[in-house]
């Protein structure tokens, strides 16, 4: 039995070891095009198993990093809002007029 939990130990210590890193100045276009490749190669069914499970995890990691730019992007099209002598953080809306460099009336 104690024989089984080092083998998990390892293969769980492998896998950490080998964890995906994506580039933090990759665009979103960029990395949702990777995503889809990813998707491709797995649809594809090709793959050993190890190697779905490696491509597996670049996907999860081009997911999180394609959702932290979409985050990123919505707080920056939050506008400013001069209300009553206070400046106010409102998101942006559809049917609000675009920004265009100007503030005020």
Not at 28 to 42: S, W
Not at 52 to 74: N, P
Request: charge should be negative.
């Amino acid at each position: 039995m104690a024989t089984r939990k080092k083998a998990r130990a390892s293969k769980s210590s492998k896998a950490a070891a080998r964890a995906v890193v994506i580039e933090e100045d990759l665009g979103f276009e960029a990395a949702l095009e990777r995503l889809e490749g990813v998707v491709d190669r797995l649809e594809d069914g090709e793959l050993e198993l190890e190697a779905s499970l490696e491509v597996f995890e670049e996907g999860v990691a081009l997911s999180k990093h394609c959702a932290t730019r979409l985050e990123d992007a919505e707080r920056r099209v939050e506008q400013l809002v001069q209300a009553g002598g206070e400046w106010l953080n409102r998101p942006f809306e559809e049917g609000d007029e675009a920004y265009d460099g100007e503030l005020g009336e």
